[in-house]
Nanobody, 123 residues
Framework: QVQLVESGGGLVQAGASLRLSCAGT????????MGWFRQTPGKEREFVAT???????YYADSVKGRFTISRDEVKNTVYLQMNSLKPADTAVYYC?????????????????WGQGTQVTVSS
């Protein structure tokens, strides 16, 4: 059974850092592009960051320069390092896997999704 399991969310103050992890089980994701998305109540899920199978990364303008996506092929895990957090970053964060392996920002392009982890940033 293929699963993506996120962890690392929590409640922090503005300006703090968090690192989210997404562990894949059931298959090797080295050939997949991995992405992070976020969602707040009443809003559509929005793209945050993605990393291709080749290691290229791409970010939403709102997080560029503050967030870094990376992957560990041995651990079958993708990370999202979030620095200088703002209250506007408060959301449920989801990781996702796209079997085509290329940079993509569309929700519908991803084949597998995790259950999400809550990030809350207080002012």
């Amino acid at each position: 059974q293929v699963q993506l399991v996120e962890s690392g969310g929590g409640l922090v103050q503005a300006g703090a850092s968090l690192r989210l992890s997404c562990a894949g089980t059931g298959r090797t994701f080295s050939n997949y592009a991995m992405g992070w998305f976020r969602q707040t109540p009443g809003k559509e899920r929005e793209f945050v960051a993605t990393i291709s199978s080749g290691g290229n990364s791409y970010y939403a303008d709102s997080v560029k320069g503050r967030f870094t996506i990376s992957r560990d092929e041995v651990k079958n895990t993708v990370y999202l390092q979030m620095n200088s957090l703002k209250p506007a970053d408060t959301a449920v964060y989801y990781c996702a896997a796209d079997r085509l392996g290329v940079i993509t920002t569309g929700v519908s392009d991803y084949d597998y999704w995790g259950q999400g982890t809550q990030v809350t940033v207080s002012s």
